[in-house]
């Protein structure tokens, strides 16, 4: 029996709404199962992968929107062409308003097209954002995002202290690895 599959994402925990949302909208779809995660489009996103692992034959992978599962046209047709290869089909809820499936030839039409400009629309925006800050800077307004590790040095001093792994105060700090040796190397 096939099965319609969810997959969440939201990049931050300040987010949580939108997943929220997303959660919702897949269980009125009709998803059996939802995978959610909280992870920047280009780390480790461990859901997915669970995700795409517990898929099988005759099932389809449920997304809310096309930039909740890849960054680039590229990255997106290689999940499809993944899912294709295991039989497995591909649903946007909302895509330019409509829904579109990857079983149908006028599905992946539109979704090559919509996904071509997605793509564009995000390079402007980086490159207007770009653009943005090296006006800052030059007007010397940009002070770029706040240290991370700085801010928990105590945490992290603490934590070391305490003979604890890097990936261990990464992990229960809620900070990257790097950010870690960063400041234990200072």
Same mark, same amino acid.
């Given at each position: 029996?096939?099965?319609?599959?969810? &997959?969440?994402?939201?990049?931050?925990?300040?987010?949580?709404?939108?997943?929220?949302?997303?959660?919702?909208?897949?269980?009125?779809? /009709?998803?059996?199962?939802?995978?959610?995660?909280?992870?920047?489009?280009?780390?480790?996103?461990?859901?997915?992968?669970?995700?795409?692992? &517990?898929?099988?034959? /005759?099932?389809?992978?449920?997304?809310?929107?096309?930039?909740?599962?890849?960054?680039?046209?590229?990255?997106?047709?290689?999940?499809?062409?993944?899912?294709?290869?295991?039989?497995?089909?591909?649903?946007?809820?909302?895509?330019?308003?409509?829904?579109?499936?990857?079983?149908?030839?006028?599905?992946?039409?539109?979704?090559?097209?919509?996904?071509?400009?997605?793509?564009?629309?995000?390079?402007?925006?980086?490159?207007?954002?770009?653009?943005?800050?090296?006006?800052?800077?030059?007007? @010397?307004?940009?002070?770029?995002?706040?240290?991370?590790?700085?801010?928990?040095?105590?945490?992290?001093?603490?934590?070391?202290?305490?003979?604890?792994?890097?990936?261990?105060?990464?992990?229960?700090? /809620?900070?990257?690895? /790097?950010?870690? &040796?960063?400041?234990? @190397?200072?």
């Amino acid at each position: 029996m096939s099965k319609l599959i969810g &997959y969440a994402r939201t990049s931050t925990v300040e987010q949580e709404a939108g997943l929220d949302a997303q959660v919702r909208d897949l269980t009125a779809a /009709g998803c059996d199962k939802i995978f959610a995660e909280r992870t920047s489009s280009v780390g480790k996103r461990k859901e997915l992968e669970k995700a795409l692992d &517990y898929l099988r034959d /005759g099932d389809t992978l449920v997304v809310c929107k096309v930039d909740r599962l890849a960054r680039s046209t590229m990255a997106l047709w290689q999940l499809v062409e993944r899912l294709d290869a295991e039989g497995v089909g591909f649903r946007i809820l909302n895509l330019g308003g409509e829904t579109v499936d990857t079983k149908s030839a006028t599905g992946r039409l539109i979704l090559t097209i919509f996904a071509g400009f997605a793509q564009f629309e995000r390079e402007i925006m980086l490159e207007r954002q770009r653009e943005g800050i090296a006006k800052a800077r030059a007007e @010397g307004r940009y002070k770029g995002r706040k240290p991370t590790a700085r801010a928990r040095a105590a945490e992290i001093a603490k934590l070391h202290g305490e003979g604890k792994t890097v990936t261990e105060i990464a992990r229960e700090i /809620g900070i990257s690895r /790097g950010s870690v &040796y960063n400041y234990i @190397g200072r």
